[in-house]
């Protein structure tokens, strides 16, 4: 990345009065124009810190941002004018209609009144968001209010995209729309910086990846190179019959938490633990399992930790589509699919009718002792 | 993936798109029209408070000073506009600035490429010209109550402006400079305050010295001022400090309150 549209080094931030603690502890990180770059951590990782001082709002104790050269520590105003913003919280548009609201935006922005219009009703369209484009911003759901928030920060984009969790609340069919514009954000040329704890997802989309922990980047690469060490390894999730609890040794360590049974297996032992779960279910000793290749959640909740994961999940599987084939059983194309992360996104989809979305998964690459939900 | 349903601008507007943003005038006024829009929906309910406001001075007082001399009467008559246009700057302003701050609209609308100033001024402007109505209304109910007559000075509208744009940069900058909690409290200490305890719908010898004392310094007072002798110019003047006094507030408010918005954490 040598011409980085994002150049961020060295950066701290402590705020006072939450116990010295460092939101921002020596950060590295560099977006390049026609890239989307993922921000990943849990809740009070400094991922927000971070966005916050590219726009001027919070004001670093140490380090440069550059934001196409500019200093915008010393000119946030100039940084502005290069960068759009989603932010977390949704913006609040009561009163207004969506497409009003993105509208305006896109005005202030400095976009021509006819351009303006034309690209608003566009997005619009092509967010599936018609049927509210004119209905009043408190009638609507919040998922089509975040789906607003993303529209009314990519009508005009900056050259620098920032979406602080755009897929927060929005319908899995719409999510997939999102990821494309995100993805064709990028592919126009703009540099977007991507902060997300929808781990599955991202890594379709991202083409550079770090992992914040505790203020500080643990892990930064393509998700290729993080997802290497699982590579040929694939995660069992097993819901148990009622306190049954006899796993075979290819399962190695199992996380269990309440009903739910999670552990890595290698990719050669993968049949016979199907053979071994099919037994089980058929005898009632599971109600279902999946195996599915290990991802680079895996890999994420490893770097990070398990006890402040339990967000990790929050999605509910990437496509309404997919949840009709949450059966008892795994698929053929789930164990055949270990070795390429495409098959990642129609493997994922139990977790959806589980209704208990995120405690497994957090558990994964825990020690085998027993734990209760870490929320 | 679908890349056809996607709506992509082709590399032309996209440069021409992420070129120099908006003036800083045409985007004040399109935060001005931001606000509004987003204050519209409550403009009927905010004229009923107004109503409210105006018959609750008038007539309420009536109530309590029975049949009032024609001095009185006056006072009572011409501080109803001044307690809804104030009331408005002071206590509704802080309280919507304080709301956008909790719930972080302000701190979004901070990331747009939009200078400090403008947002400041966008939302004075709303401020200022959504207090009007209720001002108006308030001279017409102390007139049909108390059959004065009003002597206007031809400076009436412009004072009245200023009063309010006055009460909206205090009312601003309270809320931007003391945290969002102490700010709603503050507004709902100020609504008594200025309903009872300052020198707008009664002459100031009525209160103790040192409340008196506490106005000299206060911008209410001369707010009343304002608008008691712009209404009734013949009866009521216009003192040169209170001018002053008034100029004061007002710049210190605005300064308090671009720096508040400049502010990063």
């Known amino acids: 990345m040598a011409t980085a549209m994002l150049s961020i080094r060295g950066l701290r931030k402590t705020y006072r009065g939450r116990n010295g603690a460092r939101a921002n502890d020596g950060i590295d990180l560099d977006v390049a124009p026609g890239t989307v770059v993922g921000l990943l951590g849990h809740n009070g990782a400094g991922k927000t810190t971070l966005v916050n001082q590219v726009v001027g709002i919070v004001r670093p104790d140490e380090g440069t941002i550059r934001v196409d050269g500019v200093d915008a520590v010393a000119r946030p105003d100039l940084a502005r004018a290069l960068v759009s913003v989603q932010a977390q919280a949704n913006v609040p548009i009561t009163g207004l209609t969506p497409r009003r609201a993105v509208e305006l935006v896109g005005r202030i922005r400095g976009g021509e009144l006819a351009e303006v219009r034309a690209r608003t009703a566009a997005l619009l369209e092509s967010l599936d968001l018609m049927q509210w484009a004119d209905t009043p911003a408190q009638k609507v759901s919040g998922g089509v209010a975040r789906l607003t928030a993303f529209a009314m920060t990519t009508v005009v984009p900056g050259r620098l995209v920032v979406l602080d969790e755009p897929t927060n609340d929005v319908d899995p069919v719409r999510r997939r729309l999102l990821w494309q514009h995100i993805r064709s954000l990028a592919d126009d040329g703009a540099a977007v910086l991507l902060v997300t704890h929808n781990v599955r997802e991202a890594e379709r989309v991202v083409d550079h990846l770090a992992v914040l922990d505790q203020g500080r980047v643990v892990a930064a690469g393509t998700p290729a190179d993080l997802a290497a060490d699982v590579r040929g390894s694939l995660s069992v999730e097993l819901d148990l019959a009622n306190g049954w609890r006899e796993f075979p040794a290819a399962l190695g360590d199992v996380a269990v938490i309440g009903q739910r049974a999670v552990a890595q297996v290698a990719a050669a032992d993968a049949a016979a633990v199907v053979a071994w779960a099919q037994e089980n279910v058929e005898s009632g000793h599971l109600e279902r399992y999946a195996l599915v290749p290990a991802s680079l959640e895996d890999v994420y909740v490893q770097l990070v930790g398990p006890e402040r994961t339990a967000t990790v999940g929050d999605d509910d599987g990437p496509a309404a589509a997919d949840e009709s084939s949450t059966g008892g059983t795994a698929t053929g194309g789930a164990a055949t699919g270990a070795t390429g992360s495409a098959a990642t996104g129609s493997t994922a989809t139990g977790r959806a009718a589980t209704g208990q979305p995120s405690t497994g998964r957090a558990a994964t690459g825990q020690p085998s002792t027993e734990q209760e939900d870490p929320r | ?265």
């Open chain 2, 1 to 265: 993936m679908s890349v056809t349903s996607v709506a992509r601008a082709d590399d032309a507007t996209v440069a021409r798109l992420s070129g120099p943003t908006a003036g800083p005038l045409r985007a004040t006024l399109l935060l001005a029209q931001w606000q509004l829009r987003r204050q519209a929906q409550f403009m009927p309910l905010l004229v009923v408070v107004q109503v409210f406001m105006a018959v609750a001075t008038v007539v309420g007082y009536g109530l309590l000073v029975g049949d009032p001399d024609p001095t009185t009467a006056l006072y009572l008559a011409t501080g109803a506009p001044t307690i809804t246009l104030i009331t408005v700057g002071l206590v509704m302003t802080p309280q919507m600035v304080a709301q956008a701050r909790t719930e972080g609209s302000l701190d979004w609308m901070r990331t747009l490429p939009v200078p400090r100033w403008a947002f400041l001024a966008a939302d004075l402007t709303v401020w200022t010209l959504i207090a009007l109505p209720g001002m108006v209304l308030g001279v017409f109910t102390g007139v049909l109550r108390f059959h004065v007559d009003l002597s206007p000075a031809p400076w009436l509208v412009p004072g009245a402006l200023a009063v309010s744009l006055v009460s909206a940069a205090v009312g601003y900058a309270m809320a931007s400079l003391l945290p969002p909690q102490v700010a709603m409290l503050i507004t709902q200490a100020l609504v008594f305050i200025v309903l009872l305890f300052s020198p707008v719908s009664y002459p100031s010898e009525r209160m103790p010295q040192w409340l008196q004392t506490a106005h000299d310094w206060l911008p209410i007072e001369p707010m009343a001022q304002v608008v008691r002798s712009g209404l009734a110019h013949d009866t009521f003047t216009m003192p040169l400090r209170s001018v002053v006094l008034l100029v004061v507030w007002g710049v210190a408010a605005v300064v308090g309150a671009a720096a508040a918005l400049r502010r990063r954490a």
